[in-house]
């Protein structure tokens, strides 16, 4: 069930409604479920005792999303064993697989939030309108203690790269 706690971004301008909890620093990292690319499950928990940079995208295809996770692919291999950099997009398996061959993306794991929209609904980044998730970026720590948070405003923007890589790289501390 999808919890009825809104806010309000824009997509290009145009405002759309965000379902679920609006997820702080210092919060408990809610669990959830998405699918591998081969369409096994993944869970929070399957990282335990890594530091988690999770970048949330609404679509793979799309020129910020993609630009997002060639960023994050970039930096992962300097982040360190202890860091584990997760895209989670409400894209199908499928197209994530074609889209990571065609782009050459292997420091990151991308993971679909299509089928439950698990993710979306526990980290606040449900596009009610769309059935996509909000662009945003969240550090996890080993504690599973939420470490940074960035929900962009404006879907169409850029997040904080260095802040949040920083946070990663600070909670590997």
């Not at 591998?36 to 970048?55: C, E, F, M, Q, Y």
């Amino acid at each position: 069930m999808i919890q009825e706690q809104t806010r309000t971004a824009t997509l290009a301008g145009n405002p759309v409604t965000l379902l679920g909890p609006e997820i702080k620093v210092g919060d408990q990292a809610p669990d959830f479920t998405v699918l591998a690319n081969d369409r096994s499950p993944v869970t929070l928990a399957d990282s335990n005792g890594k530091i988690r940079l999770i970048s949330v995208v609404p679509s793979l295809d799309t020129g910020v999303c993609d630009q997002q996770t060639r960023r994050f692919n970039e930096a992962a291999s300097e982040l360190g064993d202890n860091v584990v950099v997760l895209t989670i997009s409400a894209d199908l398996p499928f197209a994530q697989s074609r889209w990571c061959g065609a782009a050459g993306i292997s420091g990151v794991q991308t993971l679909s939030d299509h089928f439950e929209m698990s993710f979306s609904t526990a980290y606040g980044t449900y596009i009610k309108e769309l059935r996509l998730n909000s662009r945003a970026v969240f550090v996890v720590n080993a504690e599973n203690i939420v470490t940074y948070v960035e929900y962009l405003s404006e879907v169409t923007n850029h997040p904080n790269y260095e802040a949040a890589l920083e946070a990663a790289k600070a909670a590997a501390k």
